[in-house]
């Protein structure tokens, strides 16, 4: 009788390490990132705003918790996770100059 090696099966994404970012000059908006106090985790979401210098940096938390802003000298580390799973995207420009241009309209009409 002949035997076959089992055949495998779905290859199962292993999910990604987050890296540590010592700079924080060196996110974007929209990066996804952990924060961490002392080994624990503090808070988690998008980057909304980011200093030029890296300094300060405002965060939406996940789960509608709001923003919050962290300054880098709170000896706080940040992890940046990649995007797969967490798809915050800019707002449409498009949107935007449609949202002026209503405005523009209803007040040209009154």
Not at 77 to 96: E, I
Request: net charge neutral; hydrophobic share 30%.
């Amino acid at each position: 009788m002949t035997t076959y090696p089992h055949a495998p099966g779905p290859k199962q994404e292993t999910p990604q390490k987050p890296e540590p970012i010592s700079n924080w000059y060196k996110l974007s908006r929209y990066d996804y990132v952990e924060i961490y106090r002392q080994g624990e985790i503090i808070a988690q979401g998008n980057i909304d705003m980011l200093a030029l210098d890296g300094s300060v940096l405002w965060l939406h938390q996940d789960e509608g918790k709001g923003r919050l802003m962290f300054l880098q000298d709170e000896g706080l580390r940040v992890y940046k996770r990649p995007h797969a799973g967490h798809t915050a995207k800019p707002p449409a420009k498009n949107r935007v100059r449609n949202d002026l241009a209503t405005l523009y309209n209803c007040q040209t009409e009154l």
